[in-house]
């Protein structure tokens, strides 16, 4: 249930849900990127916390795995004097056999403002939020969306790619299993709308070709893919998808798709490295490049902390 305060001003913005950024306008989503700016600068401080969401509880709804999103959320709220209710569905009374809904209900019963929710199944934050009254954003569903690991990873490049001048003009590179990515699906849409270009490589088993849109290419040949790029993100690659026959053997993804020094001499001579985690080490990436200055990884996961700041505090207290 949403409190009397947050309902009022939760009316004075404009999007109530964090869903998918398809949702969100360029314009929406640069002016996120200043809010973050600004809560980077509270994580610089002694004392990392600030009162703007003193009253409010967010809820932490995790039906799946996580390590970054769950923990930078829940350090996000409490860097704004949240409080947080937290729920894992390992050791919870879904094991018993509790339904999706009544756990929401039961959940509901203690009064949050915001539920963050991950679910292994592709749509369920969008059913969450026909059931309660709260805000919801979505901490990944299925292989849809995972919106908030977008935002923070093209934050990232904006405030780290040397000279950065807008994302027109820049080329961001996505190497990996792209068909079961959320990552993959999310910066897609956002790198698109602030108008830069992708292209996607991967083993073509696990590269949809209806991606292939206006600013998107896809190509099956990494050298291709990189060339020129001014961002090259390598996804996990998951193992399971081997077992299921989609993907070669590791040794073959390796030799063709690993991101390697020599790939990386295509890009542009300024490219950082990204991958949203978590990482095979010399697997997708060599572990050299994973530790060298031009990959930003650990500052993707730092910066998950403002933006995701950002996001909470623009969801419940809005523009006021
Ligand atoms: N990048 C990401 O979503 O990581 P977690 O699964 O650890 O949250």
New binding site residues.
Partial sequence: MMSTVAATETTLTKKRHLLDLQDWSAEEILALFDTSDVMAQVMQRTIKKVPALQGFTVGTLFFE??????LSFERAARAQSADVISFAAGGSSMSKGESLKDTLKTIDAMQSDLYVVRHAVAGVPYQLAKWTDAIIVNA?DGRRA?PT?ALLDAYTFSREFNGFDGFKGKKLAIIGDVLHSR?ARSNMTLWSKLGAEVSLCGPSTVLPKELEFAGVAISDNIFEAVEGAHAVMTLRLQKERMQAGLLPSIAEYQTRYQLSEAVMRLAHPEALIMH???INRDVEIAGVLADSERSVIEKQVANGVPVRMAVLYTLLVGKK
Avoid at 65 to 70: A, K, L, M
């Fill in positions: 795995n996580s390590t970054r999103t769950r990944g995972h690991q990552v949203p985690g978590p």
